[in-house]
Nanobody, 120 residues
Framework: QVQLVESGGGLVQAGGSLRLSCSAS????????MGWYRQAPGKQRELVATITRGGTSNYADSMKGRFTISRDNAENTVYLQMNSLKPEDTAIYYC?????WGGGAYSNYWGQGTQVTVSS
């Protein structure tokens, strides 16, 4: 079982920046993929960004160039640097850990989420 704890959310004006952190209860070096997802009111949860154990990152199109995901294996922490924030970025941001077990089996773990609110 992996426990994930997010922090760093808050209220920011449009054009501002926030840095989210996700601390894991185990070594993230053993986890295949870490990621960030978000869910706005009345909408489905959507991908923000992921980063593999090897350091390959992937972003949703609307976040490319504005958001940066990174990982610090020594600290068992994943970060999401968010710049040029827009009101439409307002959502609860969730940390995710995906562990592959082979044969198509995997485990998904989620944090409790952190609220990001961008005012216009």
């Amino acid at each position: 079982q992996v426990q994930l704890v997010e922090s760093g959310g808050g209220l920011v004006q449009a054009g501002g920046s926030l840095r989210l952190s996700c601390s894991a209860s185990i070594s993230i070096g053993s986890i295949n993929t870490m990621g960030w997802y978000r869910q706005a009111p009345g909408k489905q949860r959507e991908l923000v960004a992921t980063i593999t154990r090897g350091g390959t990152s992937n972003y949703a199109d609307s976040m490319k160039g504005r958001f940066t995901i990174s990982r610090d294996n020594a600290e068992n922490t994943v970060y999401l640097q968010m710049n040029s924030l827009k009101p439409e970025d307002t959502a609860i941001y969730y940390c995710n850990a995906k562990q592959l077990w082979g044969g198509g089996a995997y485990s998904n773990y989620w944090g409790q989420g952190t609220q990001v609110t961008v005012s216009s």
